[in-house]
Structure formats: structure tokens, C-alpha cells
């Protein structure tokens, strides 16, 4: 039989002992002790910004306080239930399948599932369960925030202001509820509300003000001890006497009775504790999850699988190409243009001076590779080459082609004037160059032409230098010397993007908060982004491999190094996964932790010799370059694609061994960031 002694002993499932929280200056608690007894509904009230939420955390464990302690009946993560204020829902999952994943966080069987979506359906007064939480009013997604948290029928249940934004018979339904859970269940219910007058329902509520609680006691009792006739006019005498006072005490909610402190299994910060302890099950439910959403958001979809497509498409056209674009303007006083096409030249030039026309020979030659502008004026020529897209004009005087003829044979009395006259636009070098060399190539030609016509041997003319292949790969363009540091950069900065967007996204919006308040760890939504990242690798590898060496037919050696390209690319994958891991913990920005990636990205290719050879920076600079991922791996790639550089080549298990060393230093951080700064997930 119970005495009536012990019938008189509370047992708590909160206790907050003389508990301390500042924000910088800012004391937010301030010495404040607080006793929610088990089996009850707690209101706990307060003006905006007083610091309940903050209470509630520091409950949770998932803020530490400054001293003092909190002692929580409670076993595990699993015991407690916590809405917190912000919804923290993932828009891209329907209702049906954010409360399965809740479940299924908390290891629920299918059907228990299957049975407790419909309770909570018809308790909460859910809508359609297939309707996208994106699709969701205010209220209806803040019913569906409350069906998570009582979705595995918690011991603690912890409100944050479930009732914002519900009209008042839902409110009525959700009290009764409460009242149900107590009554049945003897769970123990913390709510924070604004609507002061529905908290009469509770067992007790608290008044908190300035940091500590001023009032503390059975609704009724309030307001009968303040001679009021509701709560709210009972706390507005009671913060108006506070004022004038200045005096703040805390007295406790049940005075004459004694008070057993539950003995302290876990407190806050054992509760949600950092941990690097992994579980296999949640591990696949947050894959699952995470797939789903992926695959119903169409524009991450489009980046992850398209833009490597459109990439490499780009990277393959646009660089290295031959300029056949180029405009050249010209005048030649010498013939018009258009008699050219019917000048060939016939039998040997130097016996039949008169009829030949060089002139029109070099044009030709020209013509193949420029677009030519016919220029009759010029004087207009400075103008020409100002306002048109011309990247030079050139002129023949009238006497051309008999002064290059006694160049050859009376080299003398050549007559300089008679030269052909080119005027150069020097804003691009790289336009110069190529005009330089084909000026020279076509001189060359057309003076081939001129000895084979008679019967001379146009070797007379060439330098004395014979050129030889002796190792390596033929390569066509420049695009072929550098294609893989392009998709050397492309494997770095996909999986970098993924794994920054969706870390920072589920961050910002509360998901991985509200998943870690269901027991899931941060190395659990490390591993499971890191399973998905590996399958989208595989497919970010193979595009640009297909698409530059099968479909562009880029020239490659095949040799047993390929093993080792295929290697260097995982490792670079794996790094740009762990540095959006770090980007996305260390910022609190969605859009700027994106641009800082990008910028990097952008300067790492450049650094790397994507835009030019690595050989042309100055020393430091080059052993910066050097210690850029993309730089290690797309040089050694490049070298075994176009040297045929193996396995047993130093260089290669040199870079291997670079990259192995920069993913156990990534994840050394991403470890120490998961195990040491639990904050630094949790948005702020
Ligand atoms: N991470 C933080 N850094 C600095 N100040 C903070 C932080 N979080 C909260 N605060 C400050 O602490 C105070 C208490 O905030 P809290 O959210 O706990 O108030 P609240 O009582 O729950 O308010 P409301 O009823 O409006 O939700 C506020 O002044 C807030 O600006």
C-alpha cells in the first residue's frame, strides 16, 4: 500500500539546476532552475526573446550550457520527442514518407508505421498524405512537424510553439490530445506557447523573464494568488510587479511537497552527444531519403548529370579549335581579285615573267584560311582595321610579282618598295601568331609552287632541320594536350557540389538538426552522402571519358597506367566530396559557401594549366600549382594518356600517393569536425 508520504514524492523527468547561457554578453539564462514533474504538461511562457527556445535546446543537449546542469530521466534520443519552432521539413518528400522517415529513423517496423501514420492522421487532421510538404500551408506543414515528433510515442515530448498558425478547434484537438498522452501514457509534455490563455490546460506553467523563471505553479493558482480572472492578466501583474521590484525569485512549482531529484542518468550534453558511431539501418534510410529528394529536384539532377554532358561538349569545341572565323582586308593594285580564280600558274614562272601574277597565288593560299575583304581604297586602311573585325590588311603593289621574280634571280637590285605590305591589329597575340606563321606558311608554299613549276627541288628553300616523333601520342590540337586536366577538373568539382549542396541545405533548413534530435549522427549523413556521391562518380567519370577519347576520338595511349588514371580520378572525386563537406560545415551561407567553391574551382583549373602551361608561372606560384589536386592528378593523367606513362613510372605512385594523403587529411578534418564541432552542423 502506498503511503500517503510517498504518494506525496514528485518524480521529475526535467530538472534545469541553477543553469547559466550567455550569447556573448548577452545572459540569456541566468541562474535558472526549473522542475518538470513526470506525467505532466509544463507551458512554459515568457516574452518574445526571453530565451525558451534556448532552454529547450540546452534540455535537448543540442546547446551546451555555460554551468549548472540538466538532469533528464530519460534513457536516449529515443525517449524524447522535439518539435522544434522552425519547421526543418524537407519540401521534396510528401507527408506520407517525412513521417516513414521519421519512423524508420527510429527503427519502427513497416507496419507499426503504416498504423501510426494513420492515428496521427486522423489526430492532427493531416491532408492528403501523398501532398509535397512544398505544397503545404503554414499550419498543415506545422501538423505534420507535430506528427514527427509524437510519431514514436516519446516519453519527453518538447514543444516549441506547436499551436502557431492552427485555428483555435484544431488547437482544442491537439490540447485534448496532450491531456490523452498524459492521462494514458504518462508522457511528459514541455510546451512553449504565445497563446498564454490555452496553457490553463497544463499541469503547471512557468513565467520565464530576464533569464530566470518569476513564476512557477498550478494555472489556478496563479491566478487566483494575483486576483485575476485569467492567466494572461495574472502574468501581466505579475511582469508589472516584477518591474518594480526589480526582484527575481524562483519559487517552485509544488512547495509543500518533497522533492526527489531523479537521479541523473544522462545530462544535456550526453544526450545528443557529438558521435562518429555509425548504424547501418539509418545509413540506409538517409540514403534512401536522399535519393528520393535528389531525384525529384530536377535542377540538381540537370547538374549532376547533364552539365558534365554539355561540359565536355563545350571543352571538346571550344578550345584548341583551328580559328577559321578571321578576317583579313586587302588591296592589290597589282590584279583585281576576281580575275585571280581563272590565274593559275602555267609552266615555269621564271620563263614566262609577264603573265604570272603571285599575287593571286598567295591570296589563294590565304583565301583557304581567311576571310578576305577586298579593299579598293587605301588610304582608308588605318580606318579599315579600327571599325571592321579585319585582324590585318595587306597590300600588293602594282609591280608585285615582277619584284618577287628578280628576288630570286637578282636578290640585289631587289626592289624593297615593291614588297608586299602587311599592317598587323596587335590586340589579340594569339590572332598575331597565327597570321605570322600562316604569312610564312604560305610564302613558303607559294614559293614550292614556283620552283616545282620548274622542275626545281622545293627542298632549296626549307631550313636544314629534319623533325622527328620519337615518343608519345600525335596530338592534334591543344585540346588534346590538356583534355584531362579538364575532366580531371570536372571530377573534383561535381562531387564537391554535391556534397556542399545538399550538406548546407539540409544544414539551413533544420533537417539535419531534426534528424539528429531522432537519433542520427553527423557521420551518418557524412556516409550516406558519400554512398550516393560513389554511384554519381562512376557516371561523372564515364561521360567525359566517353565522350572526349570515344566520341571526339582524342588521342590516347592505351597501357596498363589507364588503372591508374581510373584511380587518380576516384581520389580527386573523393576530395572535392570532402571539401564540400568542410565548405558546407564552416559556412553559414548558402550563397556564399557556393560562390567561394566555384572561385576556388576556377582559380585551382587556371592554377593547374588549364588555361596555360604550368611552366610559365613564376616559382612560387608554380609550387602552389603543384599542390593543387587537380594540378597532381591532371598532370600525371595527361602524362599517361599522351606518354604512356605506367603504373611502375615514379611520377604516378608519387601523385597516387599525394592524393592518398590528401584524402586522410580531408577526412582527418571532416572527423575531427563531425566528432568535435556539433555545432558547426546545426544552423545557427
Ligand atoms: N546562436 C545565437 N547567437 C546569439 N544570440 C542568440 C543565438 N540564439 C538565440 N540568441 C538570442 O537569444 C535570445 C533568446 O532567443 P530564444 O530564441 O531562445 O528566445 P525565445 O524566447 O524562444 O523567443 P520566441 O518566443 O520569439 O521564439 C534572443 O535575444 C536571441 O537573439
Same mark, same amino acid.
Given at each position: 500500500?502506498?503511503?500517503?508520504?510517498? @504518494?506525496?514524492?514528485?518524480?521529475?523527468?526535467?530538472?534545469? %539546476?541553477?543553469?547559466?547561457?550567455?550569447?556573448?554578453?548577452?545572459?540569456?539564462?541566468?541562474?535558472?532552475?526549473?522542475?518538470?514533474?513526470?506525467?505532466?504538461?509544463?507551458?512554459?511562457?515568457?516574452?518574445?526573446?526571453?530565451?525558451?527556445?534556448?532552454?529547450?535546446?540546452?534540455?535537448?543537449?543540442?546547446?551546451?550550457?555555460?554551468?549548472?546542469?540538466? @538532469?533528464?530521466?530519460?534513457?536516449?534520443?529515443?525517449?524524447?520527442?522535439?518539435?522544434?519552432?522552425?519547421?526543418?521539413?524537407?519540401?521534396?518528400?510528401?507527408?506520407?514518407?517525412?513521417?516513414?522517415?521519421?519512423?524508420?529513423?527510429?527503427?519502427?517496423?513497416?507496419?507499426?508505421?503504416?498504423?501510426?501514420?494513420?492515428?496521427?492522421?486522423?489526430?492532427?487532421?493531416?491532408?492528403?498524405?501523398?501532398?509535397?510538404?512544398?505544397?503545404?500551408?503554414?499550419?498543415?506543414?506545422?501538423?505534420?512537424?507535430?506528427?514527427?515528433?509524437?510519431?514514436?510515442?516519446?516519453?519527453?515530448?518538447?514543444?516549441?510553439?506547436?499551436?502557431?498558425?492552427?485555428?483555435?478547434?484544431?488547437?482544442?484537438?491537439?490540447? +485534448?490530445?496532450?491531456?490523452?498522452?498524459?492521462?494514458?501514457?504518462?508522457?511528459?509534455?514541455? =510546451?512553449?506557447?504565445?497563446?498564454?490563455?490555452?496553457?490553463?490546460? *497544463?499541469?503547471? +506553467?512557468?513565467?520565464?523573464?530576464?533569464?530566470?523563471?518569476?513564476?512557477?505553479?498550478?494555472?489556478?493558482?496563479?491566478?487566483?494568488?494575483?486576483?485575476?480572472?485569467?492567466?494572461?492578466?495574472?502574468?501581466?501583474?505579475?511582469?508589472?510587479?516584477?518591474?518594480?521590484?526589480?526582484?527575481?525569485?524562483?519559487?517552485?512549482?509544488?512547495?509543500?511537497?518533497?522533492?526527489?531529484?531523479?537521479?541523473?542518468?544522462?545530462?544535456?550534453?550526453?544526450?545528443?552527444?557529438?558521435?562518429?558511431?555509425?548504424?547501418?539501418?539509418?545509413?540506409?534510410?538517409?540514403?534512401?531519403?536522399? +535519393?528520393?529528394?535528389?531525384?525529384?529536384?530536377?535542377?540538381?539532377?540537370?547538374?549532376?548529370?547533364?552539365?558534365?554532358?554539355?561540359?565536355?561538349?563545350?571543352?571538346?569545341?571550344?578550345?584548341?579549335?583551328? =580559328?577559321?572565323?578571321?578576317?583579313?582586308?586587302?588591296?592589290?593594285?597589282?590584279?583585281?581579285?576576281?580575275?585571280?580564280?581563272?590565274?593559275?600558274?602555267?609552266?615555269?614562272?621564271?620563263?614566262?615573267?609577264?603573265?604570272?601574277?603571285?599575287?593571286?597565288?598567295?591570296?589563294?593560299?590565304?583565301?583557304?584560311?581567311?576571310?578576305?575583304?577586298?579593299?579598293?581604297?587605301?588610304?582608308?586602311?588605318?580606318?579599315?582595321?579600327?571599325?571592321?573585325?579585319?585582324?590585318?590588311? %595587306?597590300?600588293?603593289?602594282?609591280?608585285?610579282?615582277?619584284?618577287?621574280?628578280?628576288?630570286?634571280?637578282?636578290?640585289?637590285?631587289?626592289?624593297?618598295?615593291?614588297?608586299?605590305?602587311?599592317?598587323?591589329?596587335?590586340?589579340?597575340?594569339?590572332?598575331?601568331?597565327?597570321?605570322?606563321?600562316?604569312?610564312?606558311?604560305?610564302?613558303?608554299?607559294?614559293?614550292?609552287?614556283?620552283?616545282?613549276?620548274?622542275?626545281?627541288?622545293?627542298?632549296?628553300?626549307?631550313?636544314? +632541320?629534319?623533325?622527328?616523333?620519337?615518343?608519345?601520342?600525335?596530338?592534334?590540337?591543344?585540346?588534346?594536350?590538356?583534355?584531362?586536366?579538364?575532366?580531371?577538373?570536372?571530377?573534383?568539382?561535381?562531387?564537391?557540389?554535391?556534397?556542399?549542396?545538399?550538406?548546407?541545405?539540409?544544414?539551413?533548413?533544420?533537417?539535419?538538426?531534426?534528424?539528429?534530435?531522432?537519433?542520427?549522427?553527423?557521420?551518418?549523413?557524412?556516409?550516406?552522402?558519400?554512398?550516393?556521391?560513389?554511384?554519381?562518380?562512376?557516371?561523372?567519370?564515364?561521360?567525359?571519358?566517353?565522350?572526349?577519347?570515344?566520341?571526339?576520338?582524342?588521342?590516347?595511349?592505351?597501357?596498363?597506367?589507364?588503372?591508374?588514371?581510373?584511380?587518380?580520378?576516384?581520389?580527386?572525386?573523393?576530395?572535392?566530396?570532402?571539401?564540400?563537406?568542410?565548405?558546407?560545415?564552416?559556412?553559414?551561407?548558402?550563397?556564399?559557401?557556393?560562390?567561394?567553391?566555384?572561385?576556388?574551382?576556377?582559380?585551382?583549373?587556371?592554377?593547374?594549366?588549364? *588555361?596555360?602551361?604550368?611552366?610559365?608561372?613564376?616559382?612560387?606560384?608554380?609550387?602552389?600549382?603543384?599542390?593543387?589536386?587537380?594540378?597532381?592528378?591532371?598532370?600525371?593523367?595527361?602524362?599517361?594518356?599522351?606518354?604512356?606513362?605506367?603504373?611502375?613510372?615514379?611520377?604516378?605512385?608519387?601523385?597516387?600517393?599525394?592524393?592518398?594523403?590528401?584524402?586522410?587529411?580531408?577526412?582527418?578534418?571532416?572527423?575531427?569536425?563531425v566528432k568535435f564541432k556539433k555545432d558547426a552542423w546545426i544552423k545557427k
Amino acid at each position: 500500500m502506498i503511503s500517503e508520504e510517498e @504518494n506525496n514524492i514528485v518524480h521529475y523527468d526535467v530538472k534545469v %539546476i541553477n543553469a547559466y547561457k550567455s550569447y556573448g554578453v548577452n545572459k540569456i539564462i541566468n541562474g535558472l532552475n526549473m522542475n518538470v514533474a513526470s506525467g505532466s504538461i509544463y507551458g512554459l511562457l515568457g516574452p518574445s526573446g526571453c530565451g525558451k527556445s534556448t532552454l529547450l535546446q540546452c534540455i535537448l543537449g543540442s546547446i551546451a550550457l555555460d554551468s549548472g546542469s540538466i @538532469n533528464l530521466k530519460v534513457q536516449s534520443l529515443s525517449d524524447v520527442g522535439y518539435m522544434p519552432q522552425d519547421l526543418c521539413l524537407d519540401g521534396k518528400l510528401n507527408i506520407k514518407e517525412t513521417l516513414a522517415y521519421y519512423g524508420a529513423l527510429h527503427k519502427m517496423s513497416e507496419k507499426n508505421i503504416v498504423t501510426r501514420i494513420k492515428e496521427l492522421k486522423n489526430i492532427l487532421s493531416l491532408p492528403d498524405l501523398d501532398t509535397y510538404i512544398e505544397n503545404l500551408s503554414g499550419g498543415q506543414s506545422r501538423r505534420v512537424s507535430l506528427g514527427i515528433t509524437l510519431f514514436h510515442d516519446p516519453e519527453v515530448v518538447i514543444l516549441d510553439e506547436p499551436t502557431v498558425g492552427l485555428d483555435s478547434l484544431l488547437r482544442e484537438q491537439i490540447w +485534448v490530445e496532450f491531456r490523452k498522452m498524459v492521462e494514458q501514457h504518462k508522457t511528459t509534455i514541455i =510546451i512553449t506557447t504565445h497563446y498564454i490563455e490555452e496553457a490553463n490546460q *497544463a499541469n503547471c +506553467v512557468g513565467l520565464m523573464r530576464n533569464g530566470v523563471l518569476v513564476e512557477e505553479g498550478l494555472p489556478r493558482d496563479i491566478i487566483a494568488n494575483n486576483h485575476s480572472n485569467s492567466l494572461e492578466s495574472a502574468f501581466l501583474k505579475i511582469c508589472y510587479k516584477r518591474q518594480e521590484d526589480n526582484l527575481i525569485h524562483n519559487e517552485h512549482c509544488v512547495q509543500n511537497r518533497e522533492v526527489i531529484t531523479t537521479e541523473a542518468k544522462h545530462n544535456n550534453n550526453k544526450l545528443m552527444k557529438s558521435s562518429t558511431n555509425m548504424d547501418l539501418d539509418r545509413i540506409k534510410v538517409l540514403i534512401k531519403k536522399n +535519393v528520393r529528394t535528389m531525384f525529384r529536384d530536377y535542377a540538381f539532377l540537370f547538374t549532376m548529370l547533364i552539365l558534365p554532358i554539355i561540359q565536355t561538349f563545350a571543352i571538346c569545341n571550344a578550345i584548341g579549335t583551328n =580559328i577559321n572565323d578571321l578576317a583579313i582586308a586587302f588591296q592589290n593594285d597589282e590584279i583585281d581579285f576576281s580575275d585571280c580564280r581563272r590565274n593559275n600558274i602555267d609552266g615555269c614562272v621564271f620563263n614566262n615573267k609577264n603573265n604570272q601574277t603571285i599575287s593571286c597565288d598567295i591570296l589563294n593560299h590565304l583565301a583557304s584560311l581567311y576571310t578576305l575583304n577586298d579593299m579598293k581604297d587605301r588610304n582608308i586602311d588605318e580606318l579599315i582595321l579600327k571599325k571592321s573585325n579585319n585582324i590585318a590588311f %595587306i597590300h600588293f603593289p602594282k609591280n608585285y610579282s615582277i619584284q618577287f621574280f628578280k628576288f630570286f634571280d637578282d636578290h640585289e637590285n631587289y626592289n624593297i618598295e615593291s614588297q608586299v605590305s602587311v599592317n598587323l591589329t596587335k590586340y589579340n597575340s594569339l590572332y598575331t601568331n597565327r597570321l605570322l606563321i600562316d604569312l610564312t606558311n604560305t610564302m613558303n608554299h607559294v614559293a614550292e609552287n614556283i620552283l616545282n613549276s620548274c622542275s626545281k627541288n622545293p627542298r632549296a628553300l626549307s631550313i636544314p +632541320v629534319k623533325l622527328t616523333v620519337v615518343s608519345g601520342v600525335d596530338v592534334k590540337s591543344y585540346t588534346d594536350c590538356i583534355i584531362s586536366i579538364f575532366i580531371v577538373m570536372g571530377t573534383f568539382y561535381f562531387p564537391c557540389i554535391f556534397s556542399l549542396t545538399i550538406t548546407l541545405t539540409d544544414k539551413m533548413e533544420g533537417i539535419i538538426s531534426r534528424s539528429m534530435f531522432s537519433g542520427v549522427t553527423i557521420a551518418e549523413v557524412v556516409m550516406s552522402l558519400f554512398c550516393i556521391m560513389n554511384v554519381l562518380l562512376i557516371l561523372q567519370m564515364a561521360i567525359p571519358l566517353f565522350m572526349a577519347y570515344v566520341l571526339y576520338g582524342r588521342p590516347i595511349i592505351i597501357t596498363n597506367g589507364l588503372v591508374a588514371y581510373t584511380v587518380l580520378m576516384i581520389l580527386v572525386g573523393w576530395t572535392g566530396f570532402f571539401f564540400g563537406i568542410i565548405s558546407a560545415c564552416i559556412s553559414s551561407s548558402t550563397l556564399a559557401a557556393i560562390y567561394a567553391v566555384n572561385g576556388f574551382n576556377f582559380c585551382q583549373a587556371i592554377l593547374a594549366g588549364a *588555361a596555360w602551361p604550368v611552366e610559365g608561372q613564376f616559382p612560387l606560384l608554380q609550387f602552389v600549382s603543384e599542390l593543387c589536386p587537380i594540378r597532381i592528378a591532371g598532370n600525371i593523367m595527361n602524362n599517361i594518356s599522351l606518354r604512356g606513362w605506367t603504373w611502375e613510372h615514379p611520377m604516378v605512385v608519387a601523385s597516387i600517393l599525394k592524393m592518398l594523403i590528401y584524402n586522410v587529411m580531408l577526412s582527418l578534418i571532416v572527423f575531427i569536425l563531425v566528432k568535435f564541432k556539433k555545432d558547426a552542423w546545426i544552423k545557427k
